[in-house]
């Protein structure tokens, strides 16, 4: 795992210039790559490519990049894991290859010699971000992994193109001037990130996941080709669906899929462990590892001293049924609030989901021991992990005769009483109710509940379901609201069934722009590479093709997971309600944090800034003081911008 960063500049500059450029811009990203450095020029009106090195496979120098290949033709730098590497490099060993060294990196060089690009990034089973310069055509590309697990953003200003693994290293080039996107920041008021292909800097996007950009120079337009689409994938998948299965059998597949997608992300030349935190996936995840070790594998979780929010026990309770050598870090809320300062620079962007506190915290920790983490990101999104999933479909079906104004009229009624209370109400009742209807933190899930009611489609009801705003064209000063960031059109069309549109639409967009952006940053911040299993592209093609009874069964969601995690670690330890990797932020805000936000959130500030309009804000922080009302989504977006804001100006 690297960072890579570059520019591409035909107005003529002098070696010290062009060395004094590449070093800023690779320095502010060293964070990425601490263990090496490089910087490659084409000196004939091409482009200048940096890196940084985290060594994980091959350590020796023969890693180095930038790399030229044998023929002189391909140069690259390239971030990420090619978990297929010693297939394709067999392969080219049977075409005559010989190799000098051990890394990914040689191979896809030898790849594009021996096979030219076209084709190529299919052949890539892994993470990645690539800048790849071909010689011969005067072409750049810039290429991301399928599912968008690696940044790579890219932009034309005065006349140079930048491009590189996060914002902070576009901004160290003297070219780059940018300002906000105002659009972009409704979006991200809408969604608690930024969407889709753009970035929160007008003219700056991102290399869209699964897709190839190319550019033939400064000035020139860039041109875009996908190479999968996850789109594609579900609809072939749900096609090929059988209209019956053995779940033996399933169980028997998914284990020997998973196991050899487990086995790829254990490749590594340096420590290597796995985030625990005794939920289905991680205790899956860690349950294949224990099977492919030699050694005993490590694990790692973090626990709050706040009822509601630990899952520390569970985790140590997985940890000493599978054997692991297991770390456990008892986090203050003093010293998960002492991190919040740290996020504006580490994001790049503004960015609001609040369990990126946790996941740096627990990164950190495990950053001590491994230079590698296994996590279980993507069991939710592939096997209908998400609670919406189940109430979305039975809400928007038993509401469709339903008269609209009765709708809202309920919906109201829901959103009168604070998540605090509906939580302290379901706490009391909870000796009454069946196992599958206990959930964590269920007065928030009730709020989503409310705001699905008045919809009458399932793209509507998602978006209001994700929409931490609901109107942000009225927050933020001269922004337009993009509404939906994905064809809606093309996904009912795609796939007309609820369930399977709503998994689609996550696998869309909260997948490679909050769950990704949120771990990378997090562990890269700290020089951690994180390998996510169940986001192998085979296994969510895999799950595609599976009925939706293995998904959810018996009201509960990651059926066939379970099921599978039954054969290592026994029921009683992971079958409990879902709890999610989550900080109590509204409390802080009323407590700790309310200084700091008042700073932040003050009217004259926001109206000397000129971005958001207080009379949308200022409300809403003196209801949430006063337990009124559920804000904390809609408050933590606003104080990540202000931050973000006053980190960069």
């Not at 609040?354 to 993507?378: E, H």
């Not at 919406?388 to 809202?408: C, E, T």
Request: with cysteine.
């Amino acid at each position: 795992m690297c960072g890579i960063t570059g520019f591409w500049d035909r107005r003529g500059a002098t070696r010290t210039e062009v060395d004094d450029r590449i070093a800023a811009m690779t320095t502010c990203i060293a964070h990425r790559g601490p263990d090496d450095a490089g910087a490659w020029w084409d000196g004939n009106g091409g482009p200048v490519l940096g890196f940084r090195r985290l060594a994980i496979l091959d350590l020796s120098p023969a890693g180095h990049q930038p790399m030229p290949s044998r023929s002189g033709r391909y140069t690259i730098a390239f971030n990420g894991e090619i978990y297929n590497y010693r297939d394709l490099r067999e392969a080219l060993s049977a075409e005559g290859w010989s190799f000098r060294g051990g890394s990914d990196t040689e191979v896809i060089l030898a790849a594009a010699e021996q096979w030219g690009t076209d084709g190529l990034w299919e052949r890539l089973w892994g993470m990645f971000a690539i800048a790849l310069w071909d010689a011969d055509t005067r072409t750049l590309h810039l290429v991301r992994d399928r599912l968008g697990k690696k940044p790579l953003y890219y932009g034309q200003m005065g006349g140079v193109l930048l491009f590189g693994s996060e914002l902070k290293a576009l901004r160290a080039h003297p070219a780059f001037d940018a300002p906000i996107d105002r659009d972009a920041l409704a979006a991200y008021f809408r969604y608690a990130y930024v969407p889709g292909d753009r970035s929160i800097h007008t003219g700056v996007a991102k290399v869209p996941a699964g897709a190839a950009v190319t550019l033939r120079g400064p000035g020139e337009a860039p041109t875009v080709r996908p190479y999968w689409s996850a789109l594609d994938v579900a609809r072939a998948g749900v096609a090929a669906r059988p209209s019956s299965a053995d779940p033996v059998e399933a169980v028997q597949e998914l284990e020997a899929l998973l196991g050899d997608a487990v086995e790829r992300r254990m490749v590594a030349d340096v420590p290597l462990g796995a985030f625990l935190s005794g939920g289905i996936d991680s205790s899956l995840v860690v349950a294949l590892m224990t099977k492919r070790s030699t050694r005993q594998v490590r694990t790692f979780t973090i626990g709050f001293d706040v009822a509601g929010y630990d899952e520390a026990a569970a985790a140590r309770a997985v940890a000493t049924v599978l054997g692991t050598e297991h770390t456990e870090f008892r986090v203050t809320p003093a010293q998960a609030r002492e991190v919040i300062p740290r996020l504006p620079h580490l994001y790049d962007e503004p960015f609001a989901d609040s369990s990126q506190i946790p996941t740096l915290l627990v990164a950190q920790l495990a950053r001590r021991y491994v230079t590698v983490a296994l996590s279980g990101d993507g069991g939710d999104e592939g096997f209908g992990g998400y609670l919406r999933y189940q109430f979305l479909p039975a809400a928007l079906a038993k509401s469709a005769g339903v008269p609209g104004p009765l709708r809202r009229v309920a919906a109201a009624g829901m959103q009168a009483l604070a998540p605090a209370t509906w939580d302290a109400a379901f706490a009391a009742a909870s000796a009454l109710l069946p196992r599958a209807a206990r959930q964590a933190r269920p007065g928030e899930k009730l709020h989503k509940l409310a705001a699905v009611l008045a919809s009458s489609t399932p793209d509507e009801a998602y978006l209001r379901t994700v929409s931490t705003w609901q109107a942000p064209g009225e927050l933020v000063l001269a922004g337009t609201d993009p509404g939906a960031t994905w064809d809606e059109a093309a996904t009912a069309a795609a796939l007309p069934d609820t369930l399977d549109r709503l998994m689609a639409l996550d696998t869309l967009t909260y997948l490679p722009d909050d769950i990704l952006v949120k771990v990378d940053r997090a562990t890269m911040g700290v020089s951690l590479e994180a390998r996510a299993p169940l986001l192998d592209h085979r296994v969510l093609a895999w799950a595609w093709r599976q009925p939706q009874a293995f998904k959810i069964a018996d009201g509960r969601g990651k059926w066939i997971l379970r099921e599978l995690l039954a054969r290592h670690v026994p029921r009683e330890e992971f079958d409990r309600p879902k709890m999610g990797f989550a900080i109590p932020v509204g409390e802080w805000l009323r407590g700790p944090l309310r200084e700091w936000a008042e700073a932040l959130l003050e009217p004259t500030r926001l109206r000397r800034e000129g971005y958001l309009r207080p009379e949308c804000v200022t409300p809403i922080w003196h209801a949430h003081l006063a337990g009124r009302g559920s804000h904390v989504g809609r408050l933590w977006s606003v104080l990540m911008f202000e931050a973000w804001l006053e980190s960069w100006s």
